[in-house]
């Protein structure tokens, strides 16, 4: 579902930005600049959120132009905690190795095996055709802000509150412009600033309904101790279903566990959200217990209603434009890859042109992989009984389970034959 929003040009905003600079990196002084001043030129990038979509966009503007003026805004300095499962797919990875980026795994080993487990009690535990990492956002994310940093971004901590977009320079050339005492200015400003981003909101652009927005709940345990290799258990559940419960293996002796569930489920379900939460992950995985202060929830807003991506010099990437997969909550793919492709976007066709350009670049990316994700989700949330079918045949099929893989963490498509018959099953229970 596409939500339309009103145009960038149209936006008249007050802009406010709190916080303390950090030390920028070590390039000629005609690149240290804060653009703050009247008289400095405009940014050619203003990036607000250093997380990966926004590290993947500074990195790739730099890498296409490596005279850019880059400046990546946060609210915190790194590294910081971030609440996430902490798994890195290995498509993410191959995002970053075509940015120049190949040592963000260095310390952390792969994990070949992924354990899912149905609420109707099928189960398949398959070596990937491709291992994943998993590695703590505090340290992921530091590496790529570092990253940025090296190859020439500028790093401020601050928080943006609001935009403004400004005609300058002559019709059809706007700049966007934030404000703190003086203006900030940047020809193309990418919202990178997550679920509750307020680049979002400056474009006019809504949250998720319920619906299409998760809330799960992560912390860290010990590790399951067991007489098997490493593995990525997924543990679904009938409560509040479409839901599950995972635990990650870090290699460090800790596993990143949590629970996730809709919205709209756990808005309709007994308890306190809370109480639901935490309790509902402690009976999936009583053998590994929360360790004290480490349960912390945040929203994810899924792919299924998504905005549709405006015009102009504003974009959005991951999960700020709402590239969370439904099927698997994965979403550090689609923020490297939309931030990417953003970043690109910005540096090839700055000015009004930007959004549009970054549209069609990631609708050629995920489109057909997205529209097969929301057929996927809604079939699933609508018949359980599916994923107890798709799993115990993945069970006997090992190319059936990697392609369940590729769509639950890459940007995988449902095969030809597989497809017309979803599309049949969906048909006949809308006559119902």
Same mark, same amino acid.
């Given at each position: ?45 203003? /990036? &607000?959120?250093? *997380?990966?979509? =926004?590290?993947? +966009? ?9 005279? $850019? !003026? @880059? ?93 403004? /977009? &400004?005609?300058? *320079?002559?019709? =059809?050339?706007? +700049? ?9 200015? $940047? !020809? @193309? ?244």
């Amino acid at each position: 579902m596409f939500h339309e929003p009103r145009p960038a040009s149209a936006l008249v905003r007050a802009a406010t930005l709190a916080g303390v600079p950090v030390p920028a990196p070590s390039r000629p002084a005609s690149h240290t600049s804060s653009a703050g001043g009247a008289d400095e030129p405009p940014l050619d990038l203003l /990036v &607000v959120g250093g *997380g990966p979509a =926004g590290s993947a +966009a500074a990195l790739r503007a730099l890498q296409l132009r490596p005279d $850019a !003026r @880059v400046m990546i805004l946060d609210a915190a300095d790194f590294p910081r905690d971030k609440t996430c499962g902490d798994g890195i797919a290995p498509h993410g990875l191959d995002v970053l190795r075509g940015l120049g980026v190949t040592d963000v795994t260095r310390g952390y080993h792969p994990v070949d095996r992924m354990r899912l487990r149905t609420p109707g009690g099928a189960e398949v535990a398959t070596p990937s055709e491709r291992a994943t990492h998993v590695i703590p956002r505090e340290v992921f994310d530091a590496r790529l802000v570092a990253a940025a940093r090296a190859r020439g971004a500028l790093f401020t901590r601050r928080r943006v509150r609001a935009l403004e /977009v &400004v005609p300058a *320079g002559g019709p =059809g050339k706007p +700049a966007v412009v934030a404000l703190d005492g003086g203006a900030l200015r $940047a !020809r @193309v400003v990418i919202g990178a600033d997550g679920a509750n981003s307020t680049v979002r909101r400056a474009l006019g652009i809504g949250p998720n309904p319920p619906e299409g927005l998760a809330i799960a709940v992560r912390a860290y345990a010990d590790a399951p101790k067991e007489d098997r290799p490493p593995e990525q258990l997924i543990h679904m559940t009938d409560e509040g279903w479409p839901a599950y419960a995972w635990s990650f293996p870090i290699g460090d002796g800790r596993a990143n566990i949590g629970y996730g569930m809709l919205r709209s489920q756990l808005r309709d379900s007994a308890g306190t959200p809370k109480d639901v939460l935490h309790g509902t992950l402690a009976r999936l995985l009583p053998d590994t217990p929360a360790y004290a202060g480490t349960l912390r929830a945040h929203h994810l807003p899924l792919s299924t209603h998504r905005p549709r991506l405006p015009d102009g010099p504003v974009l959005l990437a991951g999960d700020a434009a709402s590239l969370i997969n439904p099927l698997t909550g994965e979403g550090i793919y689609y923020a490297l890859l939309s931030g990417s492709l953003a970043g690109g976007a910005a540096i090839t066709d700055p000015g009004p042109a930007a959004g549009r350009v970054y549209r069609r670049a990631l609708h050629r990316e995920l489109g057909r992989h997205l529209r097969h994700t929301t057929l996927l989700a809604d079939l699933a949330g609508r018949h359980r009984p599916l994923m107890d079918a798709a799993v115990r045949s993945a069970s006997r099929r090992t190319d059936l389970y990697d392609s369940l893989v590729e769509i639950g963490l890459g940007k995988g498509t449902i095969p030809a034959a597989s497809l017309a018959r979803l599309a049949l099953r969906r048909a006949v229970r809308g006559l119902r």
